[in-house]
């Protein structure tokens, strides 16, 4: 009789094979995972980045400028000169005569005058032809400027103005019934009823080719000169 092995005994002697088998194969695996290279894809395009900058706030910054204070008149420029002397004053007076000019109602005090017409009134305000002064206006002015002193204490206080004269110019050409309309203090009312008074040699209004009395009035400006 036979003897023969088991299925099992037989594969006990093929065991070195099989593992020398699974060794190659682990390590060809191995050795093909090395050598495996994914496929290139292509490059990516990124979007590009916008970069939004911050938005700055620009401020102007505004310099409050420095105002400077007016300089304090000097004084010192004007000169007190005798009225003799043709050395002029260093003051501007503005002298401007206009016989149309309205004027406040004055009241002449009571005086003897001889009326040839009773209709005729006691003075004109505007006459046929009005009083004129010596050499017309460029010689009133002149006169003005010549003769008229600023007061000390109205210069040294900064004080200036205009002074409304009114004066009544008589048949004679003589002057009369001197009165401030506006005055401006410091003396300078004074000074310019002073200067009125001191005109003379008017030549008379006329009317009808008769001399008349005629009302004027007369604005004096006291001014300091920078």
């Known amino acids: 009789m036979e003897t023969r092995k088991s299925n099992k005994a037989d594969l ?3 065991r070195p094979v099989f593992f020398q088998l699974g060794l190659i194969l682990a390590i060809s695996a191995t050795l093909a995972a090395f050598e495996w290279k994914t496929p290139d894809s292509g490059s990516i395009s990124l979007p590009a980045v916008t970069t939004i900058e911050p938005e700055t706030d620009i401020i102007d910054i505004v310099v409050e400028k420095k105002q400077e204070l007016p300089k304090p008149l000097n004084p010192a420029i004007f000169k007190e000169v005798e009225n003799n002397k043709d050395e002029l ?8 005569t206009d016989p149309f000019e309205k004027i406040e109602p004055y009241i002449l005090p009571e005086k003897s005058v001889e009326e040839t017409d009773p209709n005729e009134p006691d003075f004109f305000l505007i006459a046929e032809k009005m009083p004129e002064y010596p050499g017309g206006e460029v010689a009133l002015r002149k006169y003005l400027a010549g003769n008229t002193v600023y007061p000390k204490i109205a210069r040294e206080s900064g004080i200036s103005g205009v002074v409304y004269v009114t004066f009544i110019i ?13 005055e401006v203090p410091g003396g300078c009312t ?3 009823i002073r200067v009125v008074r001191e005109m003379t040699g008017w030549t008379p209004g ?9 009302c004027m009035n007369l604005p004096v400006y006291f001014k300091l000169l920078d």
């Open 12 to 14: 006990e002697s093929k």
């Open 170 to 182: 008589e048949p004679d050409g003589s002057i009369s019934n001197i009165r401030a309309l506006r």
């Open 89 to 96: 004053p260093e003051i501007e007076i503005m002298v401007e």
């Open 190 to 192: 004074e000074e310019a």
């Open 206 to 214: 006329m009317q009808r080719g008769k001399a008349v009395r005629v």
